[in-house]
T-cell receptor, first 113, second 115 residues
Framework: KQEVTQIPAALSVPEGENLVLNCSFT??????LQWFRQDPGKGLTSLLL?????REQTSGRLNASLDKSSGRSTLYIAASQPGDSATYLC????????????FGSGTRLLVRP | GAVVSQHPSWVICKSGTSVKIECRSL??????MFWYRQFPKQSLMLMAT?????????EQGVEKDKFLINHASLTLSTLTVTSAHPEDSSFYIC???????????FGDGTRLSIL
């Protein structure tokens, strides 16, 4: 059974810092991995999607890496801003015909001005 | 980009009431829709997967008679929480995809509070 873990559960940093969020998964047979942002009481915003054959994806100040063999992904946020404060979720898409998304429990990020 | 609309965004009702939540794909045909539940400070847990024109597939531990899912068209799926009780209070989110393996597009969620 696929399990997704995110560390740390919460993070508070001063504005301007570069930071790394971690995601690990137990079964390397994944279709893809996706990072989402969730603001309080809101739905999900997709940030980056990495296909199983890819090693990384970049969008602006965000960079996500994927090491499928070790079951790990990281989300790197450069020059953090208060507007980056949110919960960040990673999710893996199963390789089977269900294509289910299995979510981690998230990292709650606070960027202090 | 693909848009999924979820309605209502917030509902408060008395215990014993049945509540219907709608999930619509606005600019694409959703062959598959997913329903998730999220408790405070926890992650999204998949409740069920619905394919247009067929019965939903429920995850283990989710009562199908409690959470009725209908996916009657390629643009609409509904989740009905029957005889809701306070323990059903949660944040419910739907997502939709146009074909298997494609990125899911998420609605904005429905906050359900049962008094």
């Amino acid at each position: 059974k696929q399990e997704v873990t995110q560390i740390p559960a919460a993070l508070s940093v001063p504005e301007g810092e570069n930071l790394v969020l971690n995601c690990s998964f137990t079964d390397s047979a994944i279709y893809n991995l996706q990072w989402f942002r969730q603001d309080p009481g809101k739905g999900l915003t997709s940030l980056l999607l990495i296909q199983s054959s890819q090693r990384e994806q970049t969008s602006g100040r965000l960079n996500a890496s994927l090491d499928k063999s070790s079951g790990r992904s990281t989300l790197y946020i450069a020059a953090s801003q208060p507007g980056d404060s949110a919960t960040y979720l990673c999710a893996v898409r199963l390789m089977d015909s269900s294509y289910k998304l299995i979510f981690g429990s998230g990292t709650r990020l606070l960027v202090r001005p | 980009g693909a848009v999924v609309s979820q309605h209502p965004s917030w509902v408060i009702c008395k215990s014993g009431t049945s509540v219907k939540i709608e999930c619509r794909s606005l600019d694409f045909q959703a062959t598959t829709m997913f329903w998730y539940r999220q408790f405070p400070k926890q992650s999204l847990m998949l409740m069920a997967t619905s394919n247009e024109g067929s019965k939903a597939t429920y995850e283990q531990g989710v009562e199908k008679d409690k959470f009725l899912i209908n996916h009657a068209s390629l643009t609409l799926s509904t989740l009905t929480v029957t005889s809701a009780h306070p323990e059903d209070s949660s944040f419910y989110i739907c997502s939709a995809e146009d074909r298997g393996g494609q990125p899911q597009h998420f609605g904005d969620g429905t906050r359900l509070s049962i008094l």
